[in-house]
């Protein structure tokens, strides 16, 4: 049994991995602009990636579906893919600890509260884990707002893709006591 689950998982891999090509080519995506958004099906999270010619950006935005009579409900994702990503708008200031691969600590950064992204493209992947779902779609506005999580996550990416470094203050500049 076991190993039959195996063959199955290797199975699913590949398939997901061929459908993932088809799905470059049907979108009409440079290869290397699929990543971030792939990184975030696959390891969570908010991503983004540059060339010299291509900037990418993937925002995950979840919202929980909740039945209170059943008492049981799912997370929808919903993935947005930025292809050469610009904040437009800016609203409110949020502090916030962050941390990110690039650095080994945290560190206490200024973003705001509501964003508005525009892209040349955006992709959008809505995953329903209820269903074992994923629908890719490209909707027909070029800008979205975002608000709360998923408005620190754009900011933190835009500035990956602009400075790559993110700036702030380490957490050890904080009072501690007790």
Not at 141 to 146: A, D, G, H, R
């Amino acid at each position: 049994m076991d190993e039959y689950s195996d063959i199955n998982k290797i199975k699913n891999f590949f398939m997901f991995a061929g459908k993932e090509q088809y799905l470059i080519k049907e979108l009409g995506l440079p290869e290397e602009a699929i990543l971030p958004l792939m990184l975030s099906l696959k390891s969570g999270g908010s991503w983004s990636y540059s060339t010299d010619t291509l900037s990418v950006m993937s925002i995950k935005n979840p919202s929980t579906q909740y039945d209170e009579n059943k008492g049981t409900g799912y997370t929808l994702e919903e993935i947005y893919l930025f292809l050469n990503p610009e904040i437009i708008n800016k609203q409110g200031s949020v502090y916030r600890l962050e941390k990110c691969s690039k650095r080994g600590e945290r560190v206490l950064v200024e973003r705001p509260y509501r964003i508005t992204v525009k892209g040349e493209r955006i992709i959008l992947a809505q995953v329903n884990p209820e269903k074992k779902k994923i629908e890719i779609s490209e909707p027909e506005y070029k800008s979205i707002i975002f608000t709360g999580s998923p408005a620190y996550s754009a900011a933190h990416e835009i500035e990956h893709l602009t400075t790559e470094e993110i700036n702030g203050e380490p957490i050890w500049n904080f009072e501690l006591s007790k």
